[in-house]
């Protein structure tokens, strides 16, 4: 199981930081992505870690803003998203796979509920 919390109301500007922890199963050994969706949209890929050697991707609309990382005693992946816009308003989901990166939706096995952000004035 999967678990997100850490979303909420932030002005345009600011900062969040999302928590994915497992339960049931050592994280540390998947993949773990970042996907979000928005009202009308297709869920997207925005950022990955991989298993192997914690390479990352990140989506050109988050990257240099968001900041993916992993902490196996905790068996959690983070999310770190600063200079939030209005346009990142969306419920943002973590999802598990086994193997490397990838940022298709339809490669991840395992997905967490959801945590609503939102960046408004």
């Known amino acids: 199981q999967l678990v997100e919390s850490g979303g909420g109301l932030v002005q345009p500007g600011g900062s969040l930081r999302l928590s994915c922890v497992a339960s049931g199963f050592t994280l540390d050994y998947f993949t773990v992505g970042w996907f979000r969706q928005a009202p009308g949209k297709e869920r997207e890929g925005i950022s990955c870690i991989s298993s192997s050697d914690d390479s990352t991707y990140y989506a050109d609309s988050v990257k240099g803003r968001f900041t993916i990382s992993r902490d196996n005693a905790k068996n959690t992946v983070s999310l770190e998203m600063n200079g939030l816009k209005p346009e990142d308003t969306a419920v943002y989901y973590c999802?598990?796979?086994?193997?490397?990166?990838?940022?298709?939706?339809?490669?991840?096995?395992?997905w967490g509920q959801g945590t609503q952000v939102t960046v408004s004035s």
């Open positions: 999802a598990s796979r086994i193997g490397g990166v990838v940022v298709a939706r339809r490669h991840y096995d395992y």
